[in-house]
């Protein structure tokens, strides 16, 4: 194919991701710092909880990076189909993604970037996107499932409130993008003609028609890779997919666990992890930045009126080892990325999408002629 016979898609993510990714940082190092003020905590606290505990909940986090970096392997590996991918800076990519997700407002630049690298490897446009959001799936699925037994061993202590709204954005959370992602996967979307007579109202009709054509290719090319991926034949990778989020969680919740046992409440490993993931399911209200002040406050809540216990010196350790190393080491390979583009900057890949040949499934990449006749 040469090079006038490419379509470039766009899937760069914009300058001003830097200056949100400084607010981002800026923001939850004051957030553990005001905690901290506010409840009292001091260095000798910290200290006091001990450097191996510390230092083995680091270790705990850092290790969830290199699940993630193997789940997004398995899943390039598996989805990309033949001939196989190069999957070099692999490791880079899945690591500055966690970096975007966990320092700006939206956890959307995550899955962008990787969508945008398995882009520019070859993987056609809609079927990248999918790609890189099917690992958000696998730990929103997961993680609001954990959230869901959290929620239920609140009640049962009688943290009604506590126990309810948990229950509430776990449920929020899994019907959401059941209806986001899973229902394309099942039945074509169709783009209402009705947006098409609204929007020649307020642009005028040949710009109009333009833009509906585009959100229709786009919307069937995505309905289209969502139905080669979401099959019988992907449900060893399903299952690998699954087992691997479940040890990312197991291992965050043992970051908490090493904590919470050097402050003095003897939990095991298991009831750390659904604890973990009661505060985190409230945290992923878009709130702020990577939940800073409402992880801190719901596992506050839950520790206090689940479990009676309180040690704000606990949650600062916990907060700083699991959410503040792992920004640190991720954002070491961020920067590399970012390097490694030179004077590009920050349009960190353009993703070349053919214009003809085949899909995975079989089917031929859509066009806006082909779309006219569909109609």
Same mark, same amino acid.
């Given at each position: 194919?040469?090079?006038?016979?490419?379509?470039?898609?766009?899937?760069?993510?914009?300058?001003?991701?830097?200056?949100?990714?400084?607010?981002?940082?800026?923001?939850? !190092?004051?957030?553990?710092?005001?905690? !901290?003020?506010? !409840?009292?905590?001091?260095?000798?606290?910290?200290?006091?909880l001990g450097y191996l505990p510390f230092g083995l909940a680091a270790?705990? !986090?850092?290790?969830? $990076?290199?699940?993630?970096?193997?789940?997004?392997?398995?899943?390039?590996?598996?989805?990309?189909?033949?001939?196989?991918?190069?999957?070099?800076?692999?490791?880079?990519?899945?690591?500055?993604?966690?970096?975007?997700?966990?320092?700006?407002?939206?956890?959307?630049?995550?899955?962008?970037?990787?969508?945008?690298? $398995?882009?520019?490897?070859?993987?056609?446009?809609?079927?990248?996107?999918w790609m890189g959001y099917f690992e958000v799936l696998m730990e929103?699925?997961?993680?609001?499932?954990?959230?869901?037994?959290?929620?239920?061993?609140?009640?049962?202590?009688?943290?009604?409130?506590?126990? $309810?709204?948990?229950?509430?954005?776990?449920?929020?959370?899994?019907?959401?993008?059941?209806?986001?992602?899973?229902?394309?996967?099942?039945?074509?979307?169709?783009?209402?003609?009705?947006?098409?007579?609204?929007?020649?109202?307020?642009?005028?009709?040949?710009?109009?028609?333009?833009?509906?054509?585009?959100?229709?290719?786009?919307?069937?090319?995505?309905?289209?890779?969502?139905?080669?991926?979401?099959?019988?034949?992907?449900?060893?990778?399903?299952?690998?997919?699954?087992?691997?989020?479940?040890?990312?969680?197991?291992?965050?919740?043992?970051?908490?666990?090493?904590?919470?046992?050097?402050?003095?409440?003897?939990?095991?490993?298991?009831?750390?992890?659904?604890?973990?993931?009661?505060?985190?399911?409230?945290?992923?209200?878009?709130?702020?930045?990577?939940?800073?002040?409402?992880?801190?406050?719901?596992?506050?809540?839950?520790?206090?009126?689940?479990?009676?216990?309180?040690?704000?010196?606990?949650?600062?350790?916990?907060?700083?080892?699991?959410?503040?190393?792992? $920004?640190?080491?991720?954002?070491?390979?961020?920067?590399?990325?970012?390097?490694?583009?030179?004077?590009?900057?920050?349009?960190?890949?353009?993703?070349?999408?053919?214009?003809?040949?085949?899909?995975?499934?079989?089917?031929?990449?859509?066009?806006?002629?082909?779309?006219?006749?569909?109609?």
């Amino acid at each position: 194919m040469t090079e006038t016979a490419k379509k470039t898609a766009d899937y760069r993510l914009p300058r001003s991701i830097l200056r949100w990714v400084a607010v981002g940082l800026a923001l939850s !190092s004051a957030v553990v710092i005001l905690i !901290s003020i506010f !409840s009292g905590v001091k260095l000798s606290d910290l200290e006091r909880l001990g450097y191996l505990p510390f230092g083995l909940a680091a270790a705990a !986090s850092v290790a969830r $990076l290199g699940v993630q970096i193997l789940r997004f392997r398995v899943i390039a590996s598996t989805l990309a189909g033949e001939p196989k991918i190069d999957l070099s800076g692999i490791s880079i990519v899945r690591l500055s993604s966690e970096f975007i997700a966990m320092s700006t407002p939206s956890e959307v630049g995550g899955p962008v970037l990787r969508a945008a690298w $398995l882009s520019g490897k070859g993987v056609q446009g809609g079927k990248a996107l999918w790609m890189g959001y099917f690992e958000v799936l696998m730990e929103i699925y997961v993680g609001a499932g954990l959230g869901l037994v959290a929620a239920a061993y609140a009640l049962i202590k009688g943290a009604t409130a506590l126990g $309810l709204s948990i229950a509430a954005i776990a449920t929020v959370l899994i019907v959401g993008y059941t209806l986001v992602f899973i229902v394309p996967a099942i039945k074509s979307i169709k783009v209402p003609h009705r947006i098409f007579t609204i929007a020649a109202f307020l642009l005028g009709g040949p710009r109009a028609t333009s833009l509906y054509l585009r959100a229709v290719v786009g919307s069937l090319n995505f309905s289209v890779a969502a139905h080669a991926i979401m099959n019988r034949e992907s449900l060893p990778l399903l299952v690998k997919s699954v087992g691997l989020t479940i040890v990312e969680d197991l291992l965050e919740g043992a970051a908490l666990w090493f904590v919470l046992n050097a402050a003095g409440l003897k939990i095991d490993i298991f009831s750390a992890t659904f604890v973990a993931f009661g505060a985190l399911t409230i945290a992923a209200i878009p709130i702020t930045i990577g939940g800073a002040g409402i992880t801190e406050l719901s596992m506050q809540s839950y520790l206090l009126l689940v479990y009676g216990f309180s040690s704000w010196a606990a949650i600062v350790l916990w907060r700083i080892a699991s959410f503040q190393v792992v $920004l640190a080491v991720s954002g070491v390979a961020f920067l590399l990325l970012t390097r490694k583009m030179g004077p590009r900057k920050m349009d960190l890949i353009t993703a070349e999408e053919p214009s003809s040949g085949t899909l995975e499934s079989g089917t031929a990449p859509l066009d806006s002629d082909r779309v006219r006749h569909t109609q």
